[in-house]
């Protein structure tokens, strides 16, 4: 940019100037929140009073960097040290990645800490407006929550330049409603940064600082940070991957499947989780544990996160507990029923961008539908029970009839020839998209399994559903195309679904249902 010239918003393919649907989006983000740990649901970030330092406020301490704490932490085991938000650390040993052992510089305590809840000291990682490699369009859907003003703004990662940082504000117009611009923040080859040259900045903190105070060619100044929400850590604790079956208390049950009930529950008397229990029989205890050391390296913030296991049987699976159930019921029987297009494809958004990561990480589904996505507060959606289904053990399971199989789901290639591949899990997600749309309806009313399979094998597609745009169902037909290698990647999914009041209904109007 030449100097002078007044900041411009992004408009790439993938960092544009906001996706102009938004003000259609739901803002009913509840941000009073639990004050319970590993809810899962995102709640707001406590701020008290910074805590006295044993050490007068150092950045290092006998040479070593110190960690800063960016939330508060209740210890869970004994190991385990509490600690407020704000208190500094010496880092005794980071060699295991998702724990480290430190001490704190405030209360002198030693103990394991979740290393995704610290940063060095005056880094900008610790910085309460740095919410580092967050997407655009997780981005967006933090900024628009109805708490959040405008000019609330956040700095993250660039997703298309590396190296460079995005500035993203929520705005407002007669036009768009709200909705959030995106600006690309540089670096200088000197170490500083600007959005125009005109205005360069040793530091971000300056530049935040600049436009705190003047617009100075942005759509509005800051007024002040999004709300940062306390992340999962990475596991129960230090060191709790087997667990003992004592150690849960199982409160209520959430649901009774075919193979399984679904318990919430507490771990230690101090962490709400989730618990499936499998029914003895269902899958042999060592093929599942060997899946389960696969399907805890799955880590996506739109995967359900699998804490621990019980591994003798009955087998125990705990995972973090998702307030809302599952989208099937969510969408049947709770506030799902009265969601509009926007909050439906942005939720079938998120289900496709988990669904990238499993394809980018060469796993596979195998059993993708609505009741195998589990939703949080703010419409958040985590797909679950990703690679069980190949471990069932069942005769009548495995033989892919009667009416423990999920065929109304399951690509053609799949139901007949025992073919799953991640293209089979995208004709799946067409199905779930039907799912969205019909408010969770059955796929193929009024036909049976048997009905379904051979019909769909002579060329038969479910019809456009009533009030669902044509390019929705023209997506679904793509994924239910005959030959698994011509359906679309979820890649390509995850960027129509985000960009489609953008790029394919900018005229979107809502009606009736949708």
Known sequence: QEAGEIPRAESGERENVGYEGNSGLSSDWDTRGSNTQAENSYYPVQNPQTPRLLVEDPISFAGVTLFVALYDYEARTEDDLSFRKGEKFQIINSSEGD????????????GYIPSNYVAPVDSIQAEDWYFGKLGRKDAERQ????????????IRESETTKGAFSLSIRDWDDMKGDHVKHYKIRKLDSGGYYITTRAQFETLQQLVQHYSEHADGLCFNLTGMCVNYIPDTVGLSHDSWEISRETLNLELKLGTGCFAEVFYGTWNGTTKVAVKTLKPGTMSPESFLEEAQIMKKLRHDKLVQLYAVVSEE????????????????????????????PNLVDMAAQVA??????????????????????????????IADFGLARLIEDNEYTARQGAKFPIK???????????????????SFGILLMELVTKGRVPYPGMNNR??????????????PQECPNSMHELMLQCWKRDAEERPTFEYLQAFLEDYFTATEPQYQPGDNL
């Open 409 to 427: 789901w399951t690509a053609p290639e799949a139901a007949l020839y025992g073919k799953f591949t991640i293209k089979s899990d995208v004709w």
């Open 314 to 341: 009955p087998i125990y699976i705990v995972t973090e507990y998702m307030g809302k159930g599952s989208l099937l019921d969510f969408l049947k029987d709770g506030e799902g029923r009265m969601l509009k297009l």
């Open 451 to 464: 009905e379904v399979l051979e019909q769909v094998e002579r060329g038969y597609r479910m019809p456009c």
């Open 143 to 154: 900024l628009l929550s109805t708490s959040n003003p405008r000019g609330t703004y956040l």
């Open 353 to 382: 961008a988990g669904m990238a990561y499993i394809e980018r990480m060469n796993y596979i589904h195998r059993d993708l539908r609505s009741a195998n996505i589990l939703v949080g507060d703010n419409l958040t959606c985590k």
């Open 99 to 110: 724990w480290w052992e430190a001490r704190s510089l405030t209360t002198g305590g030693n």
